[in-house]
């Protein structure tokens, strides 16, 4: 069945460097996509969105590139920081209500 | 600001026994989602809900049954726990093609 994925299960960055995690996503109907970041304990909060008539939205220190040609969404950190070691994971909406989950990513900081 | 209840942060339960798990929100949200994470596995849907007395099966529903009777609050039932249903429950609503807002999480452990 169609499914969002993630490149790579783990990424460590060292600190102040730029972080890109990486997602594949299958369902080509899919309009609208989210990253969300998950801290240990915790539940996953909302980093940033994009709809797919957009290739790129930026918000603070983050930035989504939608690339709908090979169906790959990108998440960009600018000069990582510790706060930012979490799993990430990208999300798409299905039908305008079902909301799937790639596996997610770790990213670690490296001081 | 969006809150998602979820009625406990960790419970122990015995095999077999009926296992009730409650989500709360406040923001007025069509939908209502439950997943659980596991290791490796990332987050996967159980059931979710776009209306009052109305239910989807998600990707794993098998053992699980819920309730939506009002629009805040929407139920995860575990007919017969089993050892295999320890996990992290986490519990999410959204307005209809928008991002949604998770709950901390419910870990719970079958014996």
């Known amino acids: 069945g169609e499914s969002v994925g993630l490149h790579l299960p783990t990424l460590s960055v060292q600190e102040g460097d730029n972080s890109i995690i990486n997602c594949a996503y299958s369902?080509?109907?899919?309009?609208?996509f989210i990253w969300y970041k998950q801290e240990s304990g915790k539940g996953p909060q909302f980093i940033i969105d994009?709809?797919?008539?957009?290739d790129k939205r930026q918000g603070q220190r983050v930035t989504v590139l939608l690339n709908k040609t090979v169906k790959h969404l990108s998440l960009q950190i600018a000069a990582t920081q510790p706060g930012d070691s979490a799993v990430y994971f990208c999300?798409?909406?299905?039908?305008?209500?079902?909301?799937?989950f790639g596996q997610g990513t770790r990213l670690t900081i490296n001081p | 600001d969006v809150k998602v209840t979820q009625s406990s942060r960790y419970l122990v339960k015995r095999t077999g026994e009926k296992v009730f798990l409650e989500c709360v929100q406040d923001m007025d949200h069509e939908n209502m989602f439950w997943y659980r994470q596991d290791p490796g596995l990332g987050l996967r849907l159980i059931y979710f809900?776009?209306?009052?007395?109305?239910?989807e099966k998600g990707d794993i529903p098998e053992g699980y049954s819920v309730s939506r009777e009002k629009k805040e609050r929407f139920s995860l039932i575990l007919e017969s726990a089993s050892t295999n249903q320890t996990s992290m429950y986490l519990c999410?609503?959204?307005?209809?093609?928008?991002?949604?807002?998770f709950g901390q999480g419910t870990r719970l452990t079958v014996v």
């Open positions: 999300a798409e909406i299905e039908g305008a209500q079902k909301l799937v």
């Open positions: 809900s776009y209306d009052v007395k109305m239910k």
């Open positions: 369902n080509s109907a899919s309009d609208y």
């Open positions: 994009i709809r797919s008539n957009m």
């Open positions: 999410a609503s959204s307005l209809q093609g928008a991002e949604a807002f």
